[in-house]
């Protein structure tokens, strides 16, 4: 996955309308890594800047992102 050698990743983002109108994206598969933006290019700016900072930190803090995960839907009442 990321190193601090700069390799490139690719993390799934959730993008959603937040309550004031901006779009929030979060990365699910790095804990607190949530931004937002005006529009939905700005927010992917954001997030992928966000991103950057807590991968910068992950090994000083002794965490690592899962190698293998699966992005499904289900159905629930509401």
Same mark, same amino acid.
């Given at each position: ?10 993390? %799934?983002?959730i ?5 004031? !109108?901006?779009? $929030? *994206? #979060?990365? %699910?598969?790095?804990p607190?890594?949530?931004?937002? !933006?005006?529009? $939905? *290019? #700005? ?36």
């Open positions: 996955m990321y190193n601090s050698s700069m390799s490139k990743v690719s993390l %799934p983002v993008l959603s309308q937040g309550e004031d !109108g901006f779009i $929030v *994206a #979060e990365v %699910p598969i790095i607190g890594c949530i931004s937002q !933006g005006a529009t $939905v *290019a #700005e927010a992917l700016v954001n997030i992928r800047e966000a991103a950057e900072l807590c991968l910068e930190t992950r090994e000083a803090e002794g965490w690592q992102l899962p190698t293998d995960y699966f992005i499904e839907q289900i159905e629930v009442s509401a």
